[in-house]
C-alpha cells in the first residue's frame, strides 16, 4: 500500500514517474526482506504507470509519458465537469488492466523460464546482446547514439575486479572501485539529478496550478464495465507490448487507443471526451507492466528502464533472475506475483478514496519540489553504504547525464548496459572457454543460432529504417 501511494504521488507530478519513484526508494527498499522489498517497488511501478493519468486529466499534463494518450478523452471529460468520472475510469481500468497482465504473468514467466532452463552460455551471451539491442533500437532517435550509450553501459560494468582472473580493471589504485559503482548512485545521478537540473531550468518555478479537487465514486468502477471489451482487448495489447523489450506503455497506450477508436461507434466522438477512449489507454499502459516482468524474470531482459531497476534490485538482494530463480527460489517468484497482483487491488481501493490528496500535491510549485527531491538523492544514495564516495558517483554520473540530456544521447541503454554487461561477458567468456572452434559454438546450438539470426534481423532493421527516416528527411528539406 505505501508503494501505490508513492507511485501515485511520483507519477501525478510532471517531471517525476514511476522510474523516478523507484530510483528514489531503491535505497529503503533494500533494506527489507526480498518479498517485502519487491512489493515495494513493483507497487511503486503499478501506481506511477497509473498516476500520470490524473494530471492529464485536471491539468492537461501528463505527468508521466504513459499517460500521454489519456489527455485525448480525459481532459474533455473533466471540461466537461466529468472529472471525477474520468479519474475513477482511468484508475479502475488501469486496476483491471493490471490484473489482467498479472494473469498472463503468473502463466507465462514460468513456461518461458522452464524453456530457458536448458540455456548454457552461449543462449546467455546471445540473449543478453538480444535484450541490450531492442533497448538501444527502440530507445527513440538516433540509432548511433543508442549505440553509443549502451556501449557506455557495458564499459561501466567492466569497472572493478575481474571474477575469472581477479584482476583489478579501470579502478586507477582507487579501492572504492574495486567493486565498481554502485547501481543505484549511477542511476539516481543519470535520471533523477539530471532531471532536476533541467527542470531547476524551466520556466514558472513558482507557478501554483490552478487545479479543483475531485473525488471519484466506486460507481466509476460500473462506467468501466460499460466497456469491458474494449478493457479486455487493450490490456491484451498491453501486454503483449510490455513482453518486447523496449515496446513499453507509451507504444501500447496509444495502439490500444488507436484500435478503440477504429473499433468505436460514431456516436461515442472519440477526442471529445468518450470514456472508452480512457478505458483504451489506462488499461493498456498498466497491463504493460504484467508484461515486462514476464522476461525481465524469466530470462532476465529487462522490457524498460523501470523492469531495468527492479532486475538490478533483485541482483542487489543476492537473486540472479532467469530460469535459475524458477527452480531454486520459487517461493520468491511466487511472493513476487501475489504482490503484484495484491498491488493492482490496493490501486483500486486508494486511488479511488485518496485521489483529493494527490490532487492537492498537485498545487506544489517545482521551486519548493525540486530540493526535496535532491534531498531525497542525497540520503536515499549516502545511507546505501554510508559512503561519501557513492554521492561523488551520484553528482559526476548527474553531470554525464545533463549532457547526455543536451545533446539527446538516451540514458535508458546505459542502464541496461550496465545491468546486462555482467551477464553478458560472464557468459561469453565461459562459452568461448568451453568451444573448441571459437566463435562458432554460437551458431552450433540452435537456439542459440536463432537468437543470433534475431539479431542480424534487429539490426538490419534499424538500419533500414534509419535510411529511411533520412530519406525522407532529405525529402522534406527539398
Known amino acids: 500500500m505505501a508503494g501505490i501511494l508513492i507511485g501515485l504521488l511520483v507519477g501525478a507530478m510532471p517531471g517525476l514517474g514511476p522510474l523516478m519513484g523507484i530510483i528514489l526508494l531503491l535505497p529503503v527498499a533494500i533494506s527489507l526482506p526480498p518479498i517485502a522489498a519487491m512489493g515495494f517497488l513493483i507497487a511503486i511501478f503499478v501506481g506511477g504507470s497509473c498516476g500520470g493519468s490524473i494530471s492529464a486529466i485536471l491539468l492537461r499534463i501528463p505527468g508521466t509519458p504513459l499517460a500521454a494518450a489519456t489527455l485525448y478523452d480525459g481532459y474533455p471529460m473533466a471540461q466537461k465537469g466529468r472529472a471525477s468520472d474520468a479519474i475513477g475510469i482511468a484508475i479502475t481500468s488501469s486496476a483491471i488492466g493490471g490484473l489482467i497482465g498479472g494473469i498472463v504473468l503468473i502463466l507465462a514467466a514460468p513456461i518461458l523460464a522452464r524453456f530457458a532452463s536448458g540455456f548454457a552460455p552461449p543462449e546467455y551471451a546471445m540473449l543478453a546482446i538480444t535484450g541490450l539491442f531492442a533497448i538501444v533500437i527502440i530507445s527513440g532517435g538516433s ?118 477508436k477504429a473499433w468505436s461507434k460514431p456516436e461515442e466522438k472519440y477526442g471529445e471526451g468518450a470514456e472508452g477512449g480512457v478505458v483504451a489507454t489506462e488499461g493498456a499502459n498498466n497491463a504493460t507492466v504484467g508484461g515486462t516482468l514476464v522476461p525481465t524474470l ?73 530540493p526535496v527531491v535532491l534531498l531525497l538523492c542525497s540520503i536515499g544514495t549516502f545511507a546505501l553504504q ?93
Open 386 to 478: 554510508a559512503s561519501v564516495f557513492d554521492l561523488k558517483v551520484m553528482l559526476g554520473f548527474g553531470l554525464i547525464g545533463i549532457l547526455f540530456r543536451a545533446t539527446q544521447f538516451p540514458l535508458s541503454p546505459i542502464v541496461i548496459g550496465i545491468i546486462l554487461g555482467p551477464i553478458l561477458e560472464n557468459n561469453l567468456r565461459r562459452a568461448l572457454l568451453i568451444s573448441r572452434d571459437g566463435y562458432w559454438i554460437f551458431l552450433d546450438r540452435s537456439v542459440s543460432a536463432v537468437l543470433v539470426s534475431i539479431n542480424v534481423i534487429l539490426i538490419l532493421g534499424a538500419l533500414v529504417y534509419a535510411y529511411r527516416k533520412r530519406k525522407q528527411r532529405s525529402a522534406t528539406d527539398r
Open 143 to 260: 540509432l548511433i547514439k543508442g549505440l553509443i550509450s549502451g556501449c557506455f553501459g557495458l564499459l561501466l560494468a567492466t569497472i572493478g575486479t575481474d571474477e575469472f582472473s581477479t584482476g583489478y580493471r579501470f579502478t586507477f589504485g582507487s579501492h572504492n572501485m574495486l567493486n565498481g559503482f554502485h547501481i543505484v548512485a549511477v542511476v539516481v545521478g543519470l535520471f533523477a539529478i539530471s532531471e532536476m537540473a533541467f527542470q531547476a531550468l524551466g520556466k514558472n518555478l513558482l507557478t501554483k496550478p490552478d487545479v479543483k479537487v475531485v473525488r471519484p465514486g466506486f460507481k466509476s468502477i460500473i462506467l468501466t464495465f460499460r466497456h469491458w471489451v474494449n478493457l479486455i482487448r487493450s490490456s491484451v495489447i498491453g501486454v503483449f507490448f510490455g513482453a518486447l523489450p523496449g515496446a513499453g506503455g507509451v507504444i501500447s497506450s496509444f495502439t490500444s487507443y488507436a484500435i478503440a
Open 298 to 370: 524469466a530470462l532476465g531482459i529487462p522490457g524498460d528502464a523501470s523492469s531495468a531497476m527492479l532486475l538490478g534490485a533483485l541482483l542487489i538482494l543476492g537473486f540472479v533472475p532467469g530460469p535459475v530463480l524458477f527452480e531454486q527460489q520459487p517461493e520468491i517468484v511466487g511472493g513476487i506475483f501475489l504482490v503484484y497482483l495484491a498491488s493492482n487491488v490496493f490501486l483500486l481501493i486508494a486511488g479511488i478514496l485518496l485521489t483529493p490528496l494527490f490532487v492537492y500535491v498537485l498545487r506544489i510549485p517545482k521551486f519548493y519540489l525540486i
